[in-house]
């Protein structure tokens, strides 16, 4: 399989260094993985015989200009290369998140499929704002999207509603789905320290970003929770149609009167099906012990799908950080090698 990979950031730094780990492994299971183009924001790399990735790893660690490597580096190669070179079958694409246009990943997704490369992202963006038309493109061009990346990372929230709860209808979703709040949660009730200094210890240990706007207001909770909805409910819904709050206004008080009734705060991602209608929200809520997902603490995800005819299905845990989000990346493609249709 010869791959593209679109981003060199944290993730992408770690797709390569997991291609690298488990090349024998993979070998074994008879994928075999060349890696021939990595593009940053500026420039990138290319060799059509496959990048040395231990080599090219090194290099990255200290040069962020990836386009000055010395085997394969140009300022000038962009994503147009990689389309009229067709000599690549898979793109990984983790460009930023853009939630409000999706660029530039939409684009680099769209033109991938229609010219009849697969497709395996961790971009949020072109996925929320876009689903059905990627897949049905993907469909026509008779190709794969996967998107397990996209919500979760290393927890199977994607496959697991696609593949084990297929023929069933999905009534509701639910989800612990962001784990620097349920980190800041959890500092807050084992600590006894108040939201400020969670915030801040979250951030000391890199778990919260300098800006954490996104993680604490709720978004990237709701933007997951739109994704599994869209995908595995076969809805249109845009972020508009979800009532979003987040952990910011949460006081050491809310937590020692959920503590007090036995029970523990989480920030909830839900959608229940009411006849039509969909309710869609993301909120702090106090949940009792006998709440599936009353076990999800620290940086752990969590979620509980309740089907008409198989049940109710949670599934919590799933690495977090990088690597695992890169292994998810990397779950994918060794399912489409398999044969496994995601769309
Ligand atoms: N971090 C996680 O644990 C995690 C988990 C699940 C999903 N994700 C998603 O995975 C994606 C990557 O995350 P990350 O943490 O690796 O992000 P990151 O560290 O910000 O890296 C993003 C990379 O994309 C490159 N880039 C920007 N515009 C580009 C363009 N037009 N063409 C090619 N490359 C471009 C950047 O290049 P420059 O360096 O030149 O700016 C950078 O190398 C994001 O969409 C994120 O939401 C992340």
New binding site residues.
Partial sequence: MNIAL???????KAFIRLLQEKERQLMAQGLCISLKYV????G?VYNPQGIDKADFLEFAASE?NIFKYSIGGNPNLS?EDIISNKDVDMLVE????NKDTGE??LS?ITQALKNGINVVT????PIMLAYKKLKDLAKENSVQLGIG??TG?ALPTINAGLMDLAGSEILSIEGVLNGTTNFIIQQMEEKAIDYQEALKTAQDLGIAETDPSYDIEGWDTAIKMLILVNVLMGEEKTLKDINVSGITGITRKDIINAKTKGRKLKLIGRTVKDGEKLDMYVTLEEIDPSHPLYGVDGKNKGVTYISDTLGDLTIIGGA???K??AASILRDIVNIDKGYKFV
């Avoid at 679109?6 to 992408?12: D, I, Q, Y």
């Avoid at 961790?122 to 963006?125: P, Q, R």
Wanted: with cysteine; net charge positive.
């Fill in positions: 679109l981003g060199c950031g944290g993730v992408g593009l940053s924001s500026k990138g962020r994503f983790l460009t930023p998140t530039p990943g680099h961790g971009n949020k963006g990346c996209t990372g977090s950080g990088t695992a989000a």
